[in-house]
């Protein structure tokens, strides 16, 4: 049994499923011991918030896996603007310590900035190996600009001094060694699928439950709504070609564009062409993903989606279903061309190529170039790389 440790700075209980909960519940199924620090990022959202937070232990119900319960700590925090950061730095520092004394683990695993930051430097005094996680260019998602060029720096320097640095796809390798990881360091664990859960989906009941017709052609999205998701640019597409009322749209998430959407549906006509249905349990997304004919990532080219490649990609693709996304560098690099992906310059061009598409007779032949491109990124041998990483790295210490 390995004892992991996992610091972040966002919640690992409201967000998510990400690689962190598929990896870390499947840890705990195999009989591993985990624990996780995390950090209330959704607080702003909280308009009754107590300006200090106390210090909580929570049991993290599981996202992906049955049964497998994560311990979560979440230590005092000050929920008001830059005040956050001084006490994060305050409080998980003290928590760190506790942690590393208390919980005694094998390794640690860090997918934050600060906090990261703190606990390399505290794991090398004590001989405990250190891994860095990267799903994102993380000083890209601080929300106050003048502090991202600190965040960057500190971030690097994770980095570099990590026993590991752990990424889910080439493009985020790329950026980490940029960043200042030895190259030897650094190794790429992609995301997985379940292509049995996609295969025991049930297509025509979704449908029938969502009200869908048969020659209907499904646009799907999930997510949170970010206003750079390119969903807007394809609201505008829908309401630009009213001619095609068979074209609809179904988007399954909350965010920063619900209202909007909400807005068109208002429009007559518009509420037929636009299915909203919020968070879901994760356990029923392949029959919604199933019900739909065309899967969209349609970002605006931004720093912060520019080496992202999405869980979601990978879970569209399982499902069999062709992918209309932006060119993103981090997406071109990761499926190539003839897997399934149709890319686009422009958010703005999502529709119009869903039209062409539903209209040519090549939605299976790019549905099937999808599917076989994720085959054999099954769960089970992701975890099993993730676990050999883990053991490689304690045994070298």
Known sequence: MVKIFVVQESNFIARGPHQSHHLLERMVQRGHDVRVIDFDILWRNDEKREIVLSRRVITARPKAIPGADITVIRPTIIQLPVLEYVSLLASHGRELI?????????????????????????????????????????HRLVPQKPFRGLARAVEGSSYANSDLVLSINEGLRDYTIQMGAPRERTKVIRAGVDLEWFDKADREKKRQELGLGEDDVVLFFMGWLYEFSGLKEVIDGLLEHRDVPTLKLLVLGKGDLWDYIEGFKAIEGMDERVITVGWQPYETIPDFIVAADICLLPAQKNEIMQNIVPIKMYEYMAAGKPVIATNLSGLVKEFGTGNGVIYIDEPEEAVPVAIELANNGKRDFFGRQARQCVELNDWESITDDFEQSLESIIHAN
């Open 98 to 138: 506790r942690q590393l004394d208390e919980f005694r683990p094998d390794v640690v695993v860090g997918f934050g900035i600060l906090n990261t930051r703190m606990a390399i430097a505290l794991c090398h005094r004590r001989g405990i190996p250190f891994v860095s996680y990267v799903i994102d260019e993380l």
